[in-house]
């Protein structure tokens, strides 16, 4: 009996180290334009930029720091439809903002309600108001929070984006 319950901690030890090393590469970010696959979701972060301001004119709105517009493609591999949250954003020091809920101005904004069905893929843009800097995109599989699966994309400085 001794004998079982050594070799039990032996494999519960390797599942928790191997769990470790799985929630560390899960950390590593993946480039703009890599199809990341999150739990039954894969992203693809297309392109980020920078604005002074969104839409035209009097109904132009004017961010706190900068806006950043994320466009991506989100595809639902699994055979449940999911339900999108908002992502969010993290800087070097690992302070997080919530992309905003607010799309006015943001051309093929995704919307707040984003329903993805089994084999479909949805597109458009989100809206961060941050200041200049890189960022990591935190992607989830939209599960409960004690299960949720991450990735990240780094989100580059692009000198000379638009509104720059």
């Known amino acids: 009996m001794n004998r079982f319950a050594s070799s ?7 599942l928790l180290l191997g769990c470790g090393a799985q929630e560390k590469a899960s950390k590593t970010p993946h480039a703009m334009g890599e199809r990341v696959q999150v739990g039954p979701l894969v992203y693809t972060v297309l392109e980020a930029d920078w604005e002074n301001e969104l839409g035209d004119g ?3 709105r004017i961010p706190k720091n900068r806006f950043l517009v994320v466009r991506l493609t989100v595809q639902n591999a ?11 954003l993290e800087d070097e020091k690992k302070q997080e ?6 799309g ?3 051309e093929d904004w995704m919307g707040l309600l984003r329903h993805v069905a ?7 843009r989100i809206v961060f108001d941050v200041p200049v800097a890189p960022y990591q995109l935190r992607l989830t599989d939209a599960a409960e929070l004690e299960n949720e699966r991450t990735a990240y994309v780094s989100i580059p400085l692009k000198l000379g984006s638009p509104g720059q």
């Not at 699994?78 to 969010?88: A, F, R």
């Not at 903002?97 to 607010?102: A, H, M």
């Not at 089994?118 to 458009?124: H, M, R, S, V, Y």
């Open 8 to 14: 039990i901690s032996i494999l519960s030890a390797a």
């Open 58 to 60: 009097a109904n132009a």
């Open 78 to 88: 699994g055979s449940k439809e999911v339900t999108l949250p908002l992502l969010t």
């Open 97 to 102: 903002t919530l992309e905003l809920d607010n």
């Open 104 to 106: 006015q101005g943001v």
């Open 118 to 124: 089994p084999a479909n893929t949805i597109q458009g």
